[in-house]
């Protein structure tokens, strides 16, 4: 058992010392104390010290709009000369958030004025190499900041510039529309240098179409002087553009039925990289979901994403556009390793025979588009900084394998440099990469079966940098290229501090910050000095100040947690590692305890199992978690005698690859196998009535509840599945088809996985709540198992709906209710006077 109760009650100590200068109905976040050693500042008196554990823990006041707890620090970042601290924070009683400046890095916050936040926001930048300024745009228009921080706007129109780029000759670039131009930033001066039109290239007269077109040109001397005037003045426009150097170059005419994915224009300016495809409907396609609740009294309808039964593969094409030369290659995926292995074949084959078929494999081209970009800064096409080379990250349809490739100009080919393949599926995170230096490439891989850093020299092996049984996350480099900053849980896997390692893996990866809990960083411009959000269990974000240099420490900068919030008494969690009857790694488990918990009394406790949603998360860590209102509700759990469980089981985020897969063709397996390992410990070990068990969770979770309830009888006496999947072959593409392929290449892993199929099973108490205008798991998910209980004559179930909730609830009201009814169903459920 790993105690998080020192954690927490520094953390604790630390909230409430903040209150002493600060009120939490402040605009901004606070001044804290001047440092006065290397030590996170603690203020010795506490005003609040006599209120701790005072204020009454009620249901409506944990699902009361959040304000009441402190309007916490959002989405930190540096300025862009890297003197301020810039966060975002809500506005009381609005959804509206304020941006706040923190200047210098010293004093209090304060809220930015609208007119000044083109100085400060940045949705994209990019830094010169051989001239000193950074160019960003703000708003979808290019701004450039100086050395002395003058700022100079660019563009200002509603046309959207982006994909910015530093030019070797000191002159910036970006995208607009299909459209290429570069710009000089100290006169203003812009030119097209390249546009793509997705259409036939222009011609002086159509041919003949048809019999009579043909003869009307032989024979009409009139018709054949007007083609050719036009000829001419067409021959004449074309020499016009290419000789006069003032106009505008000659578009790229590409196939027509294609579109533009994503395309970079080279430093250089000499080439273009475009990937193009078919268009891609992710909406037009689908289906339609009502809402029942509208101003005008009537019923409206939106269109909604497509289920993975109905996806369609995404192929991409990438294509050379030569500027200089005005020429089009699109280059061949045949270079890759892999490129037309058939990857599924044993699946494919386990499907046939299940229908009495044969299945022969067969090698054909498989379908590879750009790697998706998962909040990466650079994007899955990347130049290195003088434009002699590309390299470009690419994935397989069937989410089976990951290249990273440069190209061979000359060759007009790729030049596989990473291979990463995986027997389940290439994780959709932890693929950052980009250049360390115009011949070597860093990257981030599970290929031992953590994420880890690399870095490869384009003609050499690829070297490891981190390594060991713990999660690199969020990489980024410094610019003087010598150092990797990362987060990443080395300690213990519910513990993220920051670390740094040396790019030529000269050294260990050495601790910057050890704040236990969690600590999430972001690195200055100037690469000296870090903003850390940090948590525990029992301390929202706040933000930290220090310097990337170990040993020293961090400073706290805001605090805005509120008084009410300190003043009642949580529990602090345990996080267990509870022993598992099938794999060798625990399952890491938050245990929520009564106060006067002792596990040696004659009478047993109910417990109840919290299962955390989008399946692929972490949630037994020991920092402030997103289910802040379940944290909440069960330190009320507790206060009516209850033990909680909050598990991490296998296919959550935090321990690597194995644990992620897991679940692979199997979902809802090895997390109920979980489910029973943790219930047999709560037993076992803490006095729990075995027969007073019951069980919660969202989306996931509510998948899982299903899963426990329905393949378990007898698991859990009760348990309440919100907005929950029921069937996965109606759920998007993106997500399933990575855990289970599609419907029709493996039926069988569906069934396996699916609620519905296992609804026979259900004997123990369940409440659905579904959500009306869910957009992410359809309201018909739990309208088609419902018909499905009706058929079954199951009893002992009951359905809550909320016509005017998405899968995120956003009303008050409709989070009391809600819980209010699970608390209901236990208190019903697991109380000896059920009977």
């Known amino acids: ?3 998080s109760r020192l954690v927490i009650a520094i953390g604790a100590a630390l909230l409430a010392a903040s209150c002493a200068s600060t009120s939490p109905a402040n605009d901004g976040a606070a001044m804290a104390p001047a440092a006065t050693s290397k030590q996170v500042q603690t203020v010795s008196a506490d005003p609040l010290a006599s209120a701790q554990g005072t204020a009454e823990l009620t249901m409506e006041q944990i699902m009361a709009d959040p304000d009441w707890m402190g309007r916490f620090p959002e989405n930190a970042f540096w300025s862009l000369d890297g003197n301020d601290m810039l966060f975002y924070q809500k506005r009381e009683g609005s959804d509206i958030r304020d941006l706040m400046v923190i200047k210098n890095a010293q004093g209090d916050a304060q809220r930015v004025p609208l007119s000044d936040y083109h100085f400060y926001v940045a949705d994209e930048t990019e830094r010169s190499a051989v001239a000193d300024w950074i160019a960003y745009t703000y708003e979808g228009n290019v701004f450039v900041r100086f050395a002395d921080n003058s700022v100079r ?106 579109q533009l994915v994503d395309a970079r224009l080279s430093p250089r300016g000499d080439k273009i990289i475009a990937a193009i495809s078919e268009p891609q409907a992710w909406r037009e396609d689908g289906d339609i979901m009502p809402n029942y609740i509208n101003e005008d009294g009537r019923v409206s309808s939106e269109r909604v994403r497509r289920r993975v039964a109905d996806a369609k593969p995404n192929e991409q094409q990438l294509v050379i556009l030569d500027l200089q030369n005005h020429s089009d290659t699109t280059l061949t995926y045949n270079t890759l390793p892999g490129w037309n292995e058939d990857v599924l074949a044993e699946v494919k084959r386990e499907n046939h025979e299940a229908r009495g078929e044969d299945y022969e494999s067969e090698q054909k081209p ?68 980009g250049w360390l230096n115009t011949e070597t490439l860093w990257f981030m891989s599970e290929a031992d079966g953590y994420s880890h850093l ?24 410094s610019r003087d290229a010598e150092y990797f900053y990362f987060q990443a849980n080395i300690d213990h896997p519910g513990i993220y501090e920051v670390y740094r390692v040396k790019t030529d893996g000269s050294s260990k990866p050495e601790a910057l910050t050890d704040l236990g809990g969690m600590t999430a960083f972001e690195l200055s411009p100037t690469d000296d000095q870090l903003l850390l959000t940090h948590s525990t269990p029992l301390m929202p974000p706040e933000l930290y100040h220090k310097s990337t240099q170990p040993g020293d420490a961090p400073e706290r900068k805001t605090f805005t947690v509120s008084e009410k919030f300190l003043s009642i008494d949580w529990t602090a969690p345990d996080v267990v590692g509870v022993p598992s009857s099938h794999v060798e790694r625990p399952i890491y488990t938050r245990i929520y305890t009564p106060e006067d918990f002792d596990a ?45 469980a909050d598990l991490d089981y296998r296919g959550s985020k935090g321990y690597g690859r194995d644990w992620r897969t ?174």
Request: proline share 4%; net charge negative; glycine share 6%.
């Open 1 to 3: 058992m790993v105690k």
């Open 153 to 258: 706007q660019l563009t200002r129109d509603e046309a959207r510039q982006h994909n910015l780029q530093a030019m070797t000759d000191g002159s910036l670039s970006y995208q607009q529309g299909n459209d290429f131009y570069v710009v000089n930033v100290n006169t203003g001066a812009s030119r097209q240098v390249a546009s793509i039109k997705f259409e036939d290239a222009p011609q002086a007269n159509k041919p003949a179409a048809d019999y009579l077109a043909r003869e009307e040109q032989q024979l009409i001397q009139f018709v054949q002087k007007e083609r050719k005037a036009a000829a001419e003045r067409f021959e004449r426009e074309q020499q016009l553009q290419a000789e006069n150097p003032t106009l505008a170059p000659k578009p790229f005419y590409l196939d027509k039925s294609k």
């Open 366 to 433: 498989r379908a590879i588009h750009l790697m998706a970009d998962w909040g990466w800064e650079n994007g899955a096409m990347q130049w290195n900084e003088d434009g002699t080379q590309l390299a470009v990250m690419l994935e397989a349809w069937d989410n089976k394998d990951r290249w990273i490739a440069t190209v061979d100009f000359a060759g007009k080919k790729l030049v596989a440099q990473d291979r990463l393949h995986d027997d389940a599926w290439i994780n959709y995170t932890h693929n950052e990469f």
């Open 454 to 477: 690399y870095v490869k020299p384009l003609n050499g092996d690829r070297q490891q940098l981190t390594a060991g049984d713990y999660v690199v996350e969020t990489a980024e480099l």
């Open 600 to 644: 040696d009394r004659a009478e047993a406790y109910p417990a109840v199992v919290f299962i955390h949603g989008a399946g692929y998360l972490q949630n037994a860590h020991l920092g402030w978690s997103n289910y802040f209102r379940e944290f909440m509700f069960h330190s009320l759990l507790n206060k009516h005698g209850y033990v909680v």
């Open 662 to 835: 897991a679940i692979y063709r199997q979902m809802g397996t090895p997390e109920v196998e979980d489910l029973v390992d943790v219930a047999d410990y709560l037993q076992r070990e803490l006095n729990v009535d075995g027969d007073r068990l019951g069980t919660y969770g969202g989306s996931y979770g509510g998948f899982l509840t299903f899963m426990a309830l329905f393949k378990e009888p007898g698991l859990f006496e009760a348990g309440s599945a919100l907005r929950p999947v029921t069937d996965w072959a109606h759920y998007n593409v993106g997500y399933t088809s990575n855990i289970l392929n599609l419907p029709q290449d493996d039926t069988i892993a569906y069934r396996r996985s699916s609620p519905i199929y296992f609804a026979e099973g259900l004997q123990d108490a369940l409440l659905i709540n579904a959500p009306m205008i869910d957009d992410n798991v359809f309201f018909q998910d739990s309208v088609r198992l419902v018909q499905r209980l009706i058929e079954l004559k199951k009893t002992d179930w009951e359905t809550a709906i909320y016509p005017v909730e998405p899968h995120g609830f956003r009303q008050p009201e409709s989070w009391l209710n809600e819980y209010r009814r699970i608390f209901k169903l236990f208190e019903e459920n697991l109380k000896p006077e059920r009977d």
